[in-house]
């Protein structure tokens, strides 16, 4: 069994803290993920580590024993990099840039931005990195990428973002669907009423969920739960759920049995480029202009195909 250190600073701050709120705050992640790192490790060594029912929240026995190898665990990993700090700082300088992608990012902006910046700044290794629903914000808060192609945009002021794409919103249903025959007329929200939409897990930022579900106005959910564009066509083609998505989706998940339809009377969305705030990594700024100019040029061209 391989422990995975954030899921132990998840659990030992909560022991340390005595409150869920309070250890997330400390991590710098949401409450609802700090629970999925606690269950998780739960799930993973199998059995109660956490007294949720006490206030303030307390370790079970299983959980005082583990609480002190975790803190003997991470100060080891502490010390570690401590000890390699001033390698790491030579290194730094050829520090990868980090793109995240969620689904198919920004359409064809998104191989033209980072194919960009390749010419430009030959030099600078790129590592590409696939983002699920989940991630539309901690992967840059947790430092996991450093910049990334989301949809819509992060509503967290740790977060800074460009629009780079805005476009018409359509659902993926089965061919069978009901649907399925106004794939060239379009559809309303009102139409949605019915349609099956995957679920996605608690911790999905808010405002990815209120973009999924059309501000909550397409309200009936499938039992399919689905973080990645491939679950969701997975769910679609075996007539089980049913997805949302913007135009260019149908472009980049031509699966068969799948069918596209346009949602007339919904608001267009954008997709963006997202950094975190403030960050003055030079490569980053390099990457967030190419990618922006680059969206002056090709963006109407995606956003009004023609």
Known sequence: MVLDLRLLSSFLAVVEEGHFGRAAARLFLSPPAVTQHVRRLESQVGVRLLDRSASPVVPTAAGVRLAGHARTLLDAAHAALDDLSDVTREADVQRPLRVGIMGHGSAELTPAAINAYRRARPEVRVEIRQLDFTEHVSALV????DVAFVRPGPDDERIAADVLTTEQRIVVVHE?????????????????????LFRVPGHTPHSFTEYLY????????????????????????TGRAAGSGLRSFARYYAWPGAVFVPVLDAPWESSYLAVRSGDDNPEVR????????????LGPGISFPG
């Open 142 to 145: 947790e430092d996991r990428v």
């Open 176 to 196: 069978r669907s009901p649907l399925a025959d106004a794939r060239a007329s379009g559809v309303g929200v009102a139409d949605l009423t019915e349609l099956p």
């Open 214 to 237: 059309f501000d909550d106005r397409a309200q009936r959910r499938s039992s399919e739960l689905a973080v990645t564009p491939q679950e969701v066509l997975t769910g679609v083609v």
């Open 286 to 297: 390099i990457f967030r202009a190419l990618a922006v100019a680059l969206a002056k040029d």
